[in-house]
């Protein structure tokens, strides 16, 4: 798509929010049970996109794309009437008689781009609180995940009428060229690199924006812990879509006593999982593309390879791999990993994990395994992350309640529920005063001492 195509797109739907029409309850609520019914109508269309992208098992494709979008969307038409109402706070002496209330003010045109790992719960979770919120939007797929870009295009095309939800599918280049648009909020999800970038672009037009970016997210094993199961959750958040995942455990910091048997258990679960050759099992993606699969081949260090390191570069698989006595001056510690490669660090007491933790940038989820509430404290405290689990892993993203976003490096702002209706909106503060009574205090010549306008401000203030 050219620039002036995209420069179009974008004045259309600028003109088309200034008719008003996305802002009534029954237009948005409309809009999203129609949005609900074509994901139902095109479910098999995604799936086999999503497996054609990145061979993800229709288990996979449900529960971490489509189900969690349609849960989504449920949670938000039955609560959207509640969200969309002005809330009256109270209004101070000073200005009585009056009142006050916030209204949930849509923002305009929206822009929406994506990443390629989760393509459509990622592009579509925003989507849902965008309309929620009452804006136009327009969506950038990722170019490196195509059958589902393609899908999505499909849903967005047949579903939307183009002046109010439109998807572009393109590369770099009209990423750019959206980029270069006056939009009334911008959200992102991406890498850190690109972050920055389109931070850049947004500050142009001094535009808001969301960024959801990534990091190396840590997981601390205590010794205090059950192992078979810490083991066995570990194995699941790490490996799923092939560690493909923004808040994946990056890295195992494990309590020195206990590494030995965490990681016999873990190479135990990877077998349970995905058999003795997980490259034969239906469960286990692939690598999106040649360009991240020779990334992750560079982190491979054969003196530290526990278990895996076993590649098929046609087929773009990397077997599930442990390397152990990693530490930071390592490859596979440089950046983030996002793939199926777990490298173990160890540490003697919490207080050396919590160091190297706050050493490195703020990471976008932090997983502790401990029974210590001490430990869970101490963690809590004195560490900053995007999100905690404790006990498990990625769990944290998956309700409605909890906001997802990151901190520093991981990002800026956060969506789920609520959440991504208040993303989309903003909050108009509006105060009503009544003017039939109007005394002269404030008005110039001022009769008032500073001493008695501290006493009367404290008494009403
Ligand atoms: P990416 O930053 O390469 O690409 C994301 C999007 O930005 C794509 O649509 C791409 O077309 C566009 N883009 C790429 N280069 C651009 C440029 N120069 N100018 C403008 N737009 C550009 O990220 P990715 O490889 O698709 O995804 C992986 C990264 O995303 C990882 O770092 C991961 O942690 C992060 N991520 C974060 C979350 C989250 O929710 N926080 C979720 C998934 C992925």
Not at 128 to 143: F, P, Q, R, W
Not at 401 to 423: A, C, E, R
Request: net charge positive; charged share 25%.
């Amino acid at each position: 798509m050219n620039q002036k195509d995209i420069q179009n797109i974008v004045k259309k739907q600028k003109d088309f929010f200034l008719t008003n029409q996305t802002k009534a309850y029954s237009f948005r609520i409309a809009q999203l049970k129609k949005l609900k019914l074509a994901i139902e109508n095109n479910e098999e269309l995604l799936l086999k996109a999503l497996y054609d992208d990145l061979k993800k098992s229709k288990f996979e494709a449900y529960g971490g794309e489509i189900g969690f979008v349609m849960a989504e969307l449920d949670y938000t038409i039955k609560k959207l009437k509640k969200w969309m109402k002005d809330k009256k706070v109270s209004t101070p002496i000073l200005h009585q008689p009056g009142t006050s209330y916030i209204i949930n003010e849509p923002l305009g045109c929206v822009l929406i781009i994506g990443p390629w790992n989760y393509p459509f719960q990622l592009l579509f979770a925003p989507l849902i609180g965008a309309i929620a919120a009452g804006n136009t939007v327009i969506l950038k797929s990722s170019e490196l995940a195509p059958k589902s870009s393609a899908a999505m295009y499909k849903i967005i095309s047949e579903t939307f009428k183009e002046e109010y939800v439109t998807l572009i599918e393109g590369e770099i280049q009209e990423a750019t060229y959206l980029l270069q648009e006056n939009f009334d909020y911008i959200f992102f999800t991406g890498s850190t690199n690109v972050g920055k970038i389109v931070m850049e672009a947004a500050a142009k037009n001094l535009t808001p924006l969301t960024l959801e970016l990534g990091g190396k997210s840590p997981c601390i094993v205590d010794k205090a812990t059950n192992l078979k199961v810490t083991a066995r959750r570990i194995v699941w958040g790490k490996f799923f879509n092939a560690g493909q995942t923004c808040i994946a455990p990056d890295y195992l910091i494990v309590q020195k006593d206990v590494k030995i048997d965490l990681i016999r258990l873990i190479k135990k679960e990877i077998e349970n999982f995905y058999g003795e050759n997980p490259q034969e099992s239906k469960d286990y993606p692939r690598i999106i593309n040649e360009r991240h699969f020779d990334r992750l081949v560079s982190y491979f260090d054969d003196k530290k390879i526990a278990m895996g390191g076993v590649i098929d570069k046609n087929d773009k698989y990397i077997a599930p791999t442990i390397m152990d006595n990693v530490n930071w001056d390592d490859n596979v510690m440089q950046d983030e990993i996002f793939g199926p490669i777990l490298p173990v660090l160890e540490y003697g007491n919490i207080k050396e994990a919590i160091d190297i933790i706050n050493a490195h940038p703020k990471p976008l989820a932090l997983y502790l395994f401990s029974n210590s509430k001490l430990v869970e404290e101490r963690v809590l405290e004195n560490t900053s992350s995007g999100g905690v689990c404790i006990n498990d892993t990625l769990s944290h993203i998956t309700t409605n309640y909890l906001p997802f976003g990151g901190v520093g490096n991981s990002g800026m702002g956060d969506y789920h529920g609520i959440y991504s209706f208040q993303t989309f909106s903003h909050r108009k503060s509006v105060m009503k005063k009544n003017i039939s009574i109007d005394p002269p205090i404030r008005y110039a010549p001022y009769k008032l001492s500073v001493k008695n306008l501290k006493k009367m401000l404290k008494f009403i203030g």
